[in-house]
């Protein structure tokens, strides 16, 4: 029963310390230029055309 009660403490405490991070991720995001990034981003498939991975990044680059 005390193990139960002790990984709830520790997940708690995790998940505390996760979102503290996240917030203060975002609130230094937001003084970037809005048009960032300015140079276009090349994706580049390990494997040939017409595969999964090719597939999964044209569909990232249409996004």
Known sequence: M?????SLIVMGIM????AACGST?????SSKP???P???IV???P??????????LNIYKNV
């Open 43 to 45: 994706f580049v498939a």
């Open 38 to 40: 300015t140079k276009p």
């Open 15 to 18: 998940m505390f310390v996760l």
């Open 25 to 29: 991720a975002t609130t230094n995001q």
């Open 2 to 6: 005390l193990k139960k009660w002790w």
């Open 47 to 56: 494997s040939g055309a017409g595969g999964g991975i090719s597939s999964l």
């Open 34 to 36: 809005s048009n960032y």
